[in-house]
């Protein structure tokens, strides 16, 4: 994870390209939207919390399924486990980098931390790894050109924008994502203003 986060192709070497291996890598991303399903579900039984669940699964795996179509056009699909298991392995690289980004700004300004400002820089440094990485993966995982690299990251972007515009459509009024990821967080903050 460390070697390709830091832009060291021998990284996807040690990333096995096995249906096990590829499990394994997405056995933490379930682990957690379990948790955060039983909270969803538990905060608000309704039948929109069902629908998060849902959509939070899909955010999941749609990647997979729009990088494994991507895979088999460019005649890549023999290298196409081991390149999903280094992505869902090293995306958790874009978690640590964000700790890293918001340590150095508490250190530098807490209130800046805490500020609007503070929040933008820290999103935009993440968003930008992110993407880079995901790019990077794909470039090294999957042997591709970098335009190639390019049209896998933005058909992903392109096809999770799809789904959340579409959930949007269909329920106007709520905010899937951010409310499946923050149930307890978003108690909280309603309890503090009280």
């Known amino acids: 994870m460390l070697l390709l986060g830091r832009g060291r192709p021998e990284g996807i070497a040690y ?3 096995t249906r096990d291996s590829v499990l394994s890598a997405l056995a933490p991303r379930l682990a957690l939207w379990l948790v955060g399903g039983g909270l969803t579900i538990g905060t608000a039984p309704q039948a929109i919390s069902g629908v998060k669940v849902l ?3 899909c955010l999941i795996l749609l990647p997979a399924i729009v990088t494994h179509a991507l895979a088999r056009r460019w ?6 486990l081991r390149y999903i298991t280094a992505a869902w392995w090293t995306d958790w690289v874009t978690l640590f980098v964000g700790l890293v980004v918001a340590l150095l700004m508490a250190l530098a300004s807490p209130k800046l931390l805490e500020s609007g400002t503070g929040a933008m820089i820290l999103n935009g440094v993440e968003f930008g790894y992110s993407l880079w990485l995901t790019w990077y993966v794909a470039r090294v995982g999957l042997l591709l050109r970098r335009g190639q690299a390019v ?3 933005l058909a992903v972007l392109g096809s999770l924008g799809l789904l959340s515009a579409v959930v949007g459509v269909l329920s106007p ?3 899937a994502w951010h409310e499946f990821l923050y149930p307890l967080l ?9």
Do not use: I
């Open 15 to 17: 990333f096995g390209n």
């Open 173 to 175: 009024n709520q905010r």
């Open 186 to 194: 978003m108690q909280q903050g309603q309890g503090a203003g009280h």
């Open 55 to 57: 959509f939070a699964l």
């Open 151 to 153: 049209v896998l990251v």
């Open 75 to 80: 005649k890549r699909e023999g290298l196409w």
